[in-house]
């Protein structure tokens, strides 16, 4: 099973058309356990460098309070009392991560087929939650990574229209349209979403009396 799911993984990376036709046939089933392997992997990795990073900054914090004068050396023992909470918060963190993850694959599979139907493509529901679990390999490989993340996410797009295109046996422009709408709609949404933020605050700011 690791072979498998090392081969796979491999050819999703260097050879993503070839594999999305070769697991074309796969269960769902098949898709959802390499979906997860790959996320228990991304993890615990993400877990590791969260706890690392929070637990770091956490020190830094109390390293500078340490400094102040007279009351310093008070304050930095009371708040190193609450290590142990940020590691926990931290390991909250990280597993509200996976069970988004781990449920909202689904979420995102369904809403991805609103708009493969939109662009006339007609294998079904469960190629489409197939391939978006198959396209996240990139995001999870890489996902952990600070920065380097953002590549996978692209890399992951970038899958997502190729599998939509095989799977669904689709034109690459409507399969890019396949994921630029959705994409498109929610920053139209955000923006929306913030310029009714900021109308609220001027007409709440207007009515303040001003001395």
């Keep these: 099973m690791f ?31 390499y979906f997860v392997a790959l996320l228990v992997i991304f993890t615990v990795l993400f877990g590791v460098v969260v706890v690392s ?5 956490f020190t830094t914090m109390v390293n500078q309070m340490a400094v102040i ?4 050396g008070v304050m930095a023992g009371a708040v190193a009392n609450f290590s142990t909470f940020i590691i926990s918060l931290n390991v909250f963190f990280v597993y509200l991560v996976f069970l988004a993850l781990f ?5 995102l599979g369904l809403k991805t087929h609103v708009f493969v139907l939109l662009m006339g493509g007609e294998k079904g529901v469960v190629q489409t939650v197939k391939t978006t679990m198959y396209a996240a390999t990139p995001a999870l490989l890489l996902g952990w990574i600070p920065f380097v993340s953002i590549i996978g996410c692209i890399w992951s797009l970038a899958l997502l229209v190729i599998g ?5 046996q689709m034109e690459i422009g409507n ?3 396949v994921v630029i709408i959705p994409i498109v709609l929610s920053i139209i949404l955000i923006g929306l979403g913030h310029a009714v933020i ?9 009515l303040i ?3």
Excluded at 8 to 29: D, H, I, Q, V
Excluded at 53 to 57: C, I
Excluded at 103 to 107: A, C, H, N
Excluded at 164 to 168: G, L, V
């Design 209 to 211: 009396p001003h001395f």
């Design 103 to 107: 449920m909202g694959i689904f979420v």
């Design 53 to 57: 990073l929070g637990f770091s900054m």
């Design 198 to 206: 900021l109308a609220f605050m001027g007409a709440t700011s207007a």
């Design 175 to 177: 399969a890019v349209l």
């Design 164 to 168: 939509i295109k095989e799977n669904h």
């Design 3 to 33: 072979d498998d799911l090392m081969n796979e993984m491999k050819g999703f990376l260097m050879a993503p058309s070839a594999t999305f036709g070769k697991t074309r046939g796969k269960s769902l089933a098949a898709a959802y356990q």
């Design 69 to 72: 004068p007279i009351i310093g």
